[in-house]
Structures are given as C-alpha cells and as structure tokens.
C-alpha cells in the first residue's frame, strides 16, 4: 500500500503561483511513474504531468511552459510547479502513482483545490 498526501493549493489571483507538493508514504519513485491529474466541475479528469520513473517528464500542452513537475527522492515528494494561473487552471488536483512492474498496484492522493480567480 502508498499513501499519498498533496498540499498547496488554495485561493491565488490569475498570473500567479503555487506549488503542490505530493508525499509518498514510503520509497516509491523508482517503480512507480508520478502523475498529477485535475478534475475541474463539470468535466472529465486529465492529466497534467507526468515524471518518470526514470526522471522523464511530460506536461499537458494546456499548462505547458508554464507547469513544472519534480520530484525529491530523499524527500518520497513530488512537485507541481504551476506559474501564470490561468482561471481555466481552477480543478482539483490529484496525486498518481503508477507502478510500472503491476498496473494493479495504481494509487491515489485526496486531491487539493486550486481557485485562480479575481
């Protein structure tokens, strides 16, 4: 079992920042894939960005250049850099873990609301 705990969100004006952070119960980082996802009302879920287990990452065209994810294995944390918030950047925010050894073995974070608004 993996426990993850995501923090940082909150209320931020558009053009601003925040950083999520997601914290893995133990050491994960070299099986599992991270992945961020967000959910906004009324819409489906999507992924916004993915570090590999290998340290690869990739990022939704709708947040690119302007999101980031990292990772702090020390830590068992992973990040979500966001900068220059848009209001259409206001969702739910999800922490994934994806094992790549057993696809069964998927994990998931409460989830942490972002509001970019005025």
């Known amino acids: 079992q993996v426990q993850l705990v995501e923090s940082g969100g909150g209320l931020v004006q558009p053009g601003g920042s925040l950083r999520l952070s997601c914290a893995a119960s133990r050491t994960i980082f070299s099986i599992y894939d991270m992945v961020w996802y967000r959910q906004a009302p009324g819409k489906q879920r999507e992924l916004v960005a993915r570090i590999s287990t290998i340290g690869r990452t990739i990022v939704a065209d709708s947040v690119k250049g302007r999101f980031t994810i990292s990772s702090d294995n020390a830590k068992n944390t992973v990040y979500l850099q966001m900068n220059s918030l848009k209001p259409e950047d206001t969702a739910v925010y999800y922490c994934?873990?994806?094992?790549?050894?057993?696809?069964?073995?998927?994990?998931w974070g409460q989830g942490t609301q972002v509001t970019v608004a005025s």
């Open positions: 994934n873990a994806a094992s790549v050894l057993d696809h069964r073995n998927n994990y």
